[in-house]
């Protein structure tokens, strides 16, 4: 059973919660990995998405603790492993990104189920255009993901933003990365690397500089507010579209996380990630 931020908390789901907001603050301190895959994976996407639109406060916090220690333990340790093994680290990322299509999946059919319901002729109008839409929303979130990698990683199409940034772009860079948050497939660290302020994140965070946290802090719950009123709004009345949608981003965002020439080691660890999601996925998580 998924999350319900409308239901009262006892301790045990409140530590849960707390325990589910590890990973995605871990993830959103990484270049190319997404805290909205992180969700769909851990099934609160969508009781996230409506916890933060209701402002529903015994949800957030438990889980915002969660997250707010994983973004710090991101930028103690995290980036090190990187350096040291980075085609390992990727490999077992691409594995478990690639897994998390079961999720979308499940929540595609799940309204294609409900769909049903309507009468034969209802549904023969709708399905045809219907379905073609979905496979072009499939191939533009692909088309997205693609676009986003390649301005943030380099080459003549490279357009990160150099310079020293000041606290509005910072302001703005964590609303945009926020989103991400909400958004699978997309890497909020990416964005933050393409606006030129990954660096400073990483050092304010570790060196507790305050008043660059609070500005990144507001920016992030700004750009959280606003777009989990947009998504909730798809989710409601277009699920089994943004579902598709969702399913391209994921999917480009795994092929490009996958290193250029992977070994032995690397397929395996590729096999684990995919595995451990694949399993994960399959058994809900039960807070409420």
Known sequence: MEPDPGKTLDSSKISRLFLLGLPLGIANTLPGISGGTVALILHIYEPLIKAIKSIELR????????????????????????????????????????????????????????????????????????????????????????????????????????????FLRIFLASALASITMLLPGISGGSLLVLLGVYPAFIQAIARFQL?????????????????????????????????????????ASAALSMPADPGLLEMLLFALGFSAVFFITGRPVEIA
Do not use: H
């Open 59 to 166: 949800f957030l916090i438990p889980l915002l603790g969660g997250v707010g220690l994983g973004v710090l333990l991101g930028a103690a340790f995290i980036d090190r492993i990187f350096e040291l093994y980075p085609a390992l680290i990727m490999a077992l990322i691409a594995g478990m990104i690639l897994a998390s299509l079961r999720k979308t999946r499940q929540e595609a059919a799940r309204e294609r189920r409900e769909s049903l319901k309507n009468t034969a002729v209802q549904r023969q109008r709708s399905e045809r255009t219907g379905e073609i839409l979905n496979y072009f929303l499939l191939l533009a979130g692909i088309l997205l993901a693609l676009l986003l990698s390649r301005r943030i990683g380099g080459g003549s199409g490279s357009a990160v933003i150099a310079g020293e940034p000041g």
């Open 211 to 251: 008043l660059t946290l609070l500005i990144y802090n507001l920016g992030s719950v700004c750009g959280l507010l606003i777009f989990a009123w947009l998504l909730n709004w798809f989710i409601e009345n277009y699920r089994r579209r943004l579902m598709f949608f969702l399913s391209g981003l994921i999917l």
